[in-house]
């Protein structure tokens, strides 16, 4: 199985807090060494790993408990959106040129399976419907043409073999002439690979990429070779500039090293992956799908989620009541900003807001700024204020304690409750509204 000892090593960690009824920063310190350990065991690089680590206790200390949800269940769960996040989170999908043939340059050492990769390639791509042509482009080793000659014969793309006379970046310059004479959709540029980086490689491989203009210039790495494919990729991309990693070998005995740390080491996102030696075995890289795999734990994922959205319902409809009964207070009020920021950066929710496509980046900054300071005010109230906030209303000496607690100007904290007012009000109303129905008629 596909991560198999990661996916173990995991189980530790939930296994320990099989009967605990909340998640405590105590309670989680084993799991968490369980975790971090079957990471670092999975060969996923350090920095990576602190951060996951420290990511995933963060959120697990101050969650919400979910009805119905156990607190290993809801471990696994945070771990899992975690690893999606590690990974890259939506898949990265191949970009293809919106005028004239789509150009993908394909780089990588030797043995990682990029000659067998650029047949993959065409073979998948002519199941989307594109015409393909592969160029090859390896012309240090002859045996190299000849593989990707068979290939190309066996998925029934025509290959671009001028031979290994001309030096690379000619062969690749003559082979998108020939792709747009033949009007083909996409073509696939094989480079030479060496045992390891070297200066000649790179020098050709940003001669290439410079007449070819590519559309994608995709890296090919070995999935064994675990984190040091994320360093190959992070050095390739500050070399000559990529797009993308393609992995290879992920169904062999490869312990998630390379999958989990090539993202977040390097910036870029891993398109591809191989997943055996057949022309069928390459697929794009779904970073949720890999989670799952990982955890192994496809029914307890569906479970959380389910219950997580009964939760959002129930507290939404509690939250209705707390308003047509004007009780909304400061701990709602606290719900509602933390409800925003959970939901990712400000600026995506805005981005959904019909009509608001003009707000600025640095209104968006603005808006979230503002969010923040008024956590820190409501986090100096005590727990009466926030239930009562007349009580701030009523008391300037409160509203002082509040402001100094929180290293905010008196008018600030002023503000602020005057907005809760406000916004009672305006509920109310809106409520009024929707109760009544009723539109008063516009008078001259
Ligand atoms: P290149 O030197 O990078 O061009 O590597 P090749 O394409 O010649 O592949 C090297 C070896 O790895 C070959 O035996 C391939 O069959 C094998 N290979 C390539 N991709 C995969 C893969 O995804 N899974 C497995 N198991 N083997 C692969």
Redesign the pocket.
């Known amino acids: 199985e596909m991560f198999g000892q990661l996916t173990g090593g995991l189980e530790a960690a939930w296994s320990k807090l099989r009967g605990v009824d909340v998640l405590t920063k105590e309670n989680i310190a084993e799991p968490m060494r369980d975790i971090r350990r079957a990471l670092l065991e999975a060969d996923v690089s350090l920095p990576v790993v602190r951060r996951f680590v420290q990511s995933v206790s963060d959120q697990a200390v101050g969650v919400d408990l979910i009805k119905g949800v156990k607190p290993d269940q809801q471990l696994v769960k945070i771990v899992h959106d975690e690893l999606v996040g590690l990974m890259g989170g939506d898949v990265s999908d191949l970009v293809f040129a919106k005028t004239g043939p789509t150009v993908i340059l394909l780089a990588?050492?030797?043995?990682?399976?990029?000659?067998?990769?650029?047949a993959?390639l065409a073979f998948y791509l002519k199941k989307l419907g594109k015409s393909c042509m592969l160029v090859a482009g390896?012309v240090y080793?002859p045996a190299?043409i000849d593989?990707l000659k068979i290939l190309g014969e066996q998925v029934g793309v025509p290959v671009y073999a001028p031979g290994s006379e001309l030096k690379p970046a000619q062969i690749a310059k003559q082979g998108l002439e020939e792709a747009k004479k033949t009007m083909t959709d996409v073509v696939i540029v094989?480079t030479a690979?060496r045992l390891q980086i070297d200066k000649g490689m790179m020098d050709e491989l940003k001669e290439t990429k410079k007449v070819l203009n590519p559309t994608e210039v995709l890296l090919?790495v070995d999935?064994m070779t675990g984190q040091e494919a994320a360093a190959l990729v992070t050095t390739f991309n500050l070399e000559i500039g990529i797009t993308g990693a393609i992995l290879?070998?992920?169904?062999?005995d490869s312990r998630g090293g390379a999958a989990l740390s090539i993202k977040e080491v390097s910036g870029k996102p891993i398109k591809l992956?191989?997943?055996?030696?057949r022309m069928e075995?390459?697929e794009p890289f779904y970073p949720d799908r890999m989670a799952g795999r990982i955890l192994g734990m496809g029914d307890v994922l569906t479970f959380v989620e389910k219950a997580q959205e009964v939760m959002k319902q129930e507290e939404a409809e509690d939250l209705q009541k707390k308003i047509m009964s004007a009780k909304f207070d400061f701990n709602d009020f606290l719900k509602q900003t933390r409800a925003v920021a959970q939901m990712g950066s400000m600026s995506r929710v805005i981005g959904m807001i019909p009509g608001m496509g003009k707000v600025t980046p640095s209104q968006i900054r603005e808006a979230e700024r503002n969010l923040k300071e008024m956590e820190v005010m409501i986090n100096a109230m005590t727990p009466e204020e926030r239930e009562k906030p007349e009580l701030l209303a009523e008391s300037p000496a409160r509203r002082k304690r509040v402001a100094t607690e929180s290293g905010k100007p008196e008018k600030q904290v002023a503000q602020l409750v005057a907005q809760l007012f406000q916004m009672r009000v305006r509920m109310k109303n809106l409520m009024g509204a929707m109760e009544g129905g009723s539109i008063p008629a516009l008078s001259n």
């Open positions: 990588g050492l030797q043995g990682v399976g990029k000659t067998t990769v650029c993959k390896d080793r190299a593989q094989d690979g090919v999935a290879t070998k992920l169904d062999g992956v191989g997943r055996g030696e075995d390459l």
